[in-house]
């Protein structure tokens, strides 16, 4: 009767583990916390935007799911200063606050693994997010572990969020290669680029212009007004706009997990 009890329990515990895995969220980050401009003549502090990041990871921690945080070489992600203004919080100084809290004293947001062992590691996984900010123009744009990762995903119709700048990822993956070509996509829209960097950062990055070079890669790009809250999901493709989406988004990603793990029972 004891060995029956135990190999239960061991089962139990063992499923438990299985449907903890099943429940586990990639959110991957950027670790630049530089920005050259106008060539290099100017420097400019850069990283993950705050609330596209937290307001995503409180979502989907709020739902069930847990997260593992990967970043190049596993450094920890920086935080765009610029995020920090309340103006992109929309009076949640108090979610703001816990989210400074949480990347200061946060163990996993502070022990990030490597995008290596994130690739090593995709079958842990049911979806993926990129959260925002100009760091990745910097890190993840030029890192070859990032078109490995989309196309891992990609393969096995994993939820795939981009918020952002972050759609600027799928120009990684090569032509014809790419599993993307066709589908509907959105990012930061141009004249938000414009404003960027004619009035915040007063200066040109060498990445920019994403729109156009989503539709040159052959995806269709369309986007809201901007500041609107606004995002589109094709297929398990989900991308977003600016720091304002955030709602849109967290939505669309939660349906989307939801409808691929009915569809994996």
């Given at each position: 009767m004891k060995?029956?009890?135990?190999?239960?329990?061991?089962?139990?515990?063992?499923?438990?583990?299985?449907?903890?895995?099943?429940?586990?969220?990639?959110?991957?980050?950027?670790?630049?916390?530089?920005?050259?401009?106008?060539?290099?003549?100017?420097?400019?502090?850069?990283?993950?935007?705050?609330?596209?990041?937290?307001?995503?990871?409180?979502?989907?921690?709020?739902?069930?799911?847990?997260?593992?945080?990967?970043?190049?070489?596993?450094?920890?992600?920086?935080?765009?200063?610029?995020?920090?203004?309340?103006?992109y919080w929309k009076g949640n100084l108090e979610i703001k606050a816990q989210a400074l809290?949480?990347?200061?004293?946060?163990?996993?947001?502070?022990?990030?693994?490597?995008?290596?062992?994130?690739?090593?590691?995709?079958?842990?996984?049911?979806?993926?997010?990129?959260?925002?900010?100009?760091?990745?123009?910097?890190?993840?744009?030029?890192?070859?572990?990032?078109p490995v990762l989309l196309k891992q995903f990609a393969n096995e119709n994993k939820p795939t969020g981009l918020i952002c700048h972050a759609p600027s990822l799928l120009l990684t993956i090569p032509v014809a290669e790419n599993p993307y070509i066709g589908f509907e996509v959105n990012a930061v829209s141009p004249l938000e680029e414009f404003v960027i960097e004619k009035f915040i950062m007063k200066g040109r990055p060498k990445n920019r212009k994403i729109a156009r070079h989503l539709r040159k890669l052959g995806l269709k790009y369309r986007s809201g007004l901007p500041k609107a809250n606004f995002a589109i999901n094709d297929r398990n493709l989900i991308t977003s706009q600016n720091p304002f989406s955030s709602s849109c988004f967290n939505s669309l990603y939660l349906k989307a997990l939801t409808a691929y793990l009915v569809e994996k029972k």
């Open positions: 060995n029956v009890i135990s190999i239960l329990t061991l089962a139990m515990m063992t499923n438990l583990s299985l449907f903890a895995q099943n429940k586990k969220v990639l959110f991957v980050m950027s670790a630049a916390d530089t920005l050259a401009l106008n060539e290099g003549q100017k420097l400019r502090q850069t990283g993950v935007f705050l609330n596209e990041f937290y307001l995503a990871y409180k979502a989907i921690v709020a739902n069930g799911y847990t997260v593992d945080f990967a970043t190049p070489n596993g450094i920890v992600a920086s935080i765009d200063e610029e995020s920090i203004n309340d103006k809290k949480f990347v200061k004293e946060d163990s996993a947001f502070n022990n990030p693994i490597t995008l290596d062992k994130a690739i090593e590691n995709h079958d842990n996984y049911i979806g993926l997010i990129v959260p925002g900010g100009q760091g990745l123009m910097v890190d993840l744009i030029e890192n070859t572990s990032i």
